[in-house]
């Protein structure tokens, strides 16, 4: 379960070349044009996994240094309100978020990875990475 990954402290993946801060961006940035198309192409049908789509939305808020709130959160992920906060009692849990009220509105709840979560989401981007020299080939894929 991703939880139980995300709850592993300490593990370290393979070698692996170090990617910048902006490649890592950038990745995500495409991860989350990915998904928002493969939404467009199932309609009505959900293709995503909302814990990752979250996880993507809040590593490039904080990488690009703008503040999210839940609200925001969730419609930025396209993950429902419910599930957002279900989510996010999991990431504060394993010391991947913060929440933080808006002093000036306190119906507003603030959220940010932590340095462990954008430690780990940094590694899941780039573990994620397919390289360049793969292609899909559809006889392989029967």
Request: proline share 6%; charged share 25%; glycine share 6%.
């Amino acid at each position: 379960m991703l939880i139980d990954l995300l709850r592993q402290q300490g593990s370290e993946p393979a070698t692996e070349p170090a990617l910048t801060t902006e490649q890592l961006i950038t990745m995500a940035k495409a991860k989350i044009r990915a998904r928002r198309r493969r939404q467009e192409l199932f309609p009505g049908i959900q293709v995503a996994d909302p814990a990752w789509d979250l996880l993507l939305e809040l590593y490039v808020n904080c990488a690009e240094n703008r503040r999210i709130s839940v609200t925001g959160l969730g419609l930025g992920a396209n993950v429902p309100g419910a599930t957002v906060l279900r989510w996010l009692a999991m990431f504060q849990e394993a010391s991947l978020i913060v929440r933080e009220p808006d002093p000036l509105d306190r119906r507003r709840i603030w959220v940010r990875l932590t340095d462990l979560g954008i430690e780990r989401v940094a590694q899941g981007i780039a573990a994620s990475q397919i390289p360049a020299s793969a292609t899909f080939n559809p006889s392989l894929a029967a």
